[in-house]
């Protein structure tokens, strides 16, 4: 998921491209094949030299990762084809604001890697909804932030990206939509199900770097085809369409006029379509939930061998994000000055007949630009952009959608599973996932106005809020307990529906067919919403819990920010209800070296080794050694010189965020 807002993101079946345009060259063919080669040897690489068979090593790559492959997993997991295309939409339909929403990213990486990540580290969880276990007690606020975490992924970040990205394959190569989803979704799943976090991270590595290479010769060939940066501001502003008007209706000039503040980050708190401090407070809750609570991006860091390869990929994530601004936002706006009647369409019929849709063509700002700029070869590489950005995103929530799945719920009606058994019950619940996805996508692209694509924002700003709020309570204030988080959450999950059904009731409408939701409810900018529902959610939590009793500390030890550093021994409140992990039959019988092993046959050796069960086992552990392990496993000291060299680079980052909005703003 992330924070990109695609304010009129079409979803109707596009117009089919000229057959001229599709990508049928053997240059362009020739790159799109070699990508699919490398990137599935990435992956079979890292499924047969990675740990499998455990809990540990499938979901969190044996806590064994470094820093970069970790910074380039947690950037490739955030942006999406959705990203992407979002993205150049919203530079194309209103400058460059969308580039903060970016740029907010570079600070919180910072307050994860130093913040929330060594509790979370030392709490020595899996997943974020079982920290709340611990932190808490009881059951249910495990399971409401894993149910809603994952009706979250399915119908605001799965079904959207496949959507986005097979519009462009669309586009591109002219095949049936869902073939290319079913495609997609076979190569993804493959190495997601069979590889684990591991895998799915040095192939997100990979996309990464084909991502940024192809996206940066994109805009270099749109600068240069613009005439450079200065003749790109001034041409955008005379961005406007030949035709204004049309249809029986009249249209405002707003609506296909570029914005005075087109160049500007920080926009009028009343009028501005996006108002600075939503900008600032609105979209740093939001962020807050995303970036420091989010499986997705927390489960990269819970993989790191070390405190400071978190925060190094912390910091280079950061560094990467920079970016977006340039290679995504303004080649969007260029995209609009070099195709104006298409990409800046206002007229309904107009639009329809550029791109298949009524509310607008912005969102087709990115697949354009490719399609028209890009030579032979190089569109093939877009092209590959384009598949590395989809699946990165979607090999990474489905491997935390599993792991959500496994540990959260799957244990809770099978306490005594063996690790072989949640091996197995992960790998079927990503096909399950994959199935539900692709059944979402008729529901994506039927919808009226592109309603569900441009509320996708919206429904993470009325359902994110109460999440980030427990979480922030929860490691800085002690005395919060389980009432007050569960009853807070439940009220900001009310109030946020409230105002998302009467959204969808009503419809956003468009610049040329306003909405005719009442101002009250529709009329607070959803970033503003964001705040009020923060601020209603930690006054809720905070007077329920201090009306009931407190938690003792001696259950609180390691698990908030007062406590991190105590070195008592903490009594978990779940501790009866630990995972157990029953020992197989085979692990209490002797490998003697003479004795041949059973013969397996071919099929079952096949799918021992697709599904990473046939490692063996190493000799079992002493209690002393186990308890050696599980100090390792959650500790956060840092050699002094790369501590130091960590912390000048955090440093470093939050100035570079700092100059970027004071130069923008």
Not at 68 to 76: D, K, N, V
Not at 255 to 269: G, L, V
Request: charged fraction near 15%; aromatic fraction near 10%.
């Amino acid at each position: 998921m992330d924070v990109t807002v695609t304010p009129s993101v079409s979803v109707g079946t596009p117009a089919p491209t000229a057959s001229t345009d599709r990508i049928k060259n053997a240059a362009d063919i020739s790159v799109i094949v070699i990508y699919f080669v490398v990137v599935m040897a990435v992956g079979l690489w890292a499924m047969l030299s990675t740990n499998r068979g455990t809990v540990g090593g499938f979901y969190l790559a044996g806590r064994s990762m470094v820093w970069w492959p970790i910074g380039a997993s947690l950037f490739a997991s955030n942006i999406g084809s959705n990203h992407i295309v979002g993205l150049a939409g919203s530079g194309a339909a209103s400058g460059i604001a969308m580039g903060g929403f970016e740029w907010n990213a570079l600070i919180l990486v910072v307050i994860l890697g130093w913040v929330f990540v060594p509790i979370y580290i030392k709490a020595g969880v899996v997943t974020m909804p079982e920290y709340l276990r611990k932190r808490f007690g009881g059951k249910r606020i495990q399971i409401y932030l894993s149910v809603l975490s994952l009706i979250l992924y399915i119908f605001t970040k799965i079904s959207v990206d496949i959507f986005s990205g097979a519009i462009f394959i669309n586009l591109a190569l002219g095949t049936d939509l869902y073939l290319a989803i079913f495609l997609l979704l076979v190569i993804t799943g493959l190495y997601t199900i069979t590889g684990g976090l591991a895998a799915v991270i040095y192939t997100d590595t990979l996309q990464t770097g084909i991502m940024l290479v192809g996206s940066i010769i994109l805009t270099a060939f749109a600068f240069n085809e613009v005439g450079g940066y200065d003749a790109f501001v001034e041409k955008y502003m005379n961005a406007i369409p030949s035709k204004i008007s049309g249809d029986n209706i009249t249209i405002s000039a707003e609506c296909y006029t570029p914005r005075a503040d087109s160049f500007h980050i920080f926009r009028d708190p009343i009028n501005g379509d996006i108002p600075w401090p939503g900008l600032i407070f609105g979209l740093g809750i939001i962020s807050l939930w995303y970036w420091c609570t989010d499986q997705v991006i927390v489960q990269r860091c819970l993989s790191a061998k070390n405190m400071s390869h978190v925060k190094a990929g912390c910091i280079l994530c950061g560094y990467i994000k920079i970016l977006p601004m340039f290679i995504m936002v303004m080649t969007g706006m260029i995209s609009r000055i070099l195709y104006t009647d298409k990409v800046a369409c206002v007229v309904p019929s107009e639009c329809e007949a550029q791109c298949g849709t009524k509310i607008g063509c912005t969102n087709f700002a990115y697949p354009t630009l490719v399609m028209e700029l890009m030579p032979n070869g190089l569109r093939g590489l877009m092209l590959s952009v384009m598949m590395a950005s989809l699946m990165s995103s979607l090999t990474s929530i489905f491997n935390s959608a599993s792991t959500l799945f496994t540990i959260d719920i799957y244990t809770k009606f099978r306490k005594k599973a063996s690790e072989k058994e949640l091996m197995i019950a992960g790998r079927v619940f990503m096909v399950v996932l994959i199935g539900i996805s692709i059944a979402w996508v008729p529901m994506v692209q039927s919808a009226q106005s592109g309603q569900l694509f441009d509320y996708i924002q919206s429904i993470t700003s009325y359902l994110g809020p109460p999440i980030g709020a427990v979480f922030l309570l929860a490691i800085f204030c002690k005395r919060v307990n389980e009432p007050g988080a569960f009853w807070g959450l439940i009220l900001g999950l009310f109030v946020g529906l409230s105002r998302l059904i009467t959204e969808f009731a009503y419809g956003t409408g468009s610049c040329v067919e306003p909405s005719n939701c009442p101002t009250i409810i529709c009329g607070i900018h959803y970033l503003y919403f964001a705040i009020i529902l923060f601020v209603v959610t930690v006054i809720t939590v905070l007077i329920i819990s201090f009306l009931t009793k407190p938690i003792p500390d001696v259950h609180l030890y390691r698990l908030c920010w007062t406590l991190r550093n105590s070195k008592e021994e903490r009594v978990d409140l779940d501790a009866g209800d630990e995972m157990e992990f029953p020992e197989d039959p085979e692990d209490n019988v002797e490998i003697d070296t003479e004795t041949p092993q059973e013969d397996k046959s071919c099929f079952r050796k096949a799918y021992d080794l697709f599904c990473g069960l046939d490692q063996q086992k190493g000799p079992k552990l002493t209690k002393e050694e186990e308890a050696a392990l599980k100090m390792k496993m959650t500790d956060t000291s840092e050699k002094p010189l790369w501590r130091n060299i960590v912390n000048i680079n955090g440093i470093i980052l939050l100035t570079v965020a700092v100059f970027c909005h004071a130069y923008f703003a």
